[in-house]
């Protein structure tokens, strides 16, 4: 399984970034594609996720209302975009794209069993 990251940098607060993640390589028909962040000095956690169908998604209550999961789906491979608006200083993070080979939701990084290497946000005041 690949998760290729992209679309993180710096932006003003009250910005918007759209961040993508290729994930490719695996056969599981069941799935979920989700979005991690780690701050420094806090434990990674997760911000969103999608189902495998794309009829269920998942948000933190930070980013609920501000950030948007979406995916382009195909056999075994997946785009999945996380359109973040109104971006708080506190939204400074490494954002990690993560596979779940279950349909189950990303919540937990437990719960994620392919990680792609993260894409740096970092927010301006």
């Known amino acids: 399984v690949q998760l290729v990251e992209s679309g993180g940098g710096l932006v003003q607060a009250g910005g918007s970034l759209r961040l993508s993640c290729a994930a490719s390589?695996?056969?599981?028909?069941?799935?979920?594609v989700g979005w991690f962040r780690e701050a420094p000095g806090k434990e990674r956690e997760g911000v969103s996720c999608?189902?495998?169908?794309?009829?269920?998604?998942?948000?933190a209550n930070s980013v609920a209302g501000r950030f948007t999961i979406s995916a382009d789906i195909a056999k075994n491979t997946v785009t999945v975009y996380l359109q973040m608006d109104s971006l708080k200083p506190e939204d400074a993070a490494v954002y990690y794209c993560?596979?779940?080979?279950?349909?189950?939701?990303?919540?937990?990084?437990?719960?994620?069993?392919?990680w792609g290497q993260g894409t740096q946000v970092t927010i301006s005041t």
């Open positions: 390589g695996f056969t599981f028909d069941d799935y979920a």
């Open positions: 993560a596979v779940a080979a279950r349909a189950r939701r990303l919540v937990r990084p437990r719960f994620a069993d392919y």
């Open positions: 999608i189902s495998s169908r794309g009829d269920d998604t998942w948000y």
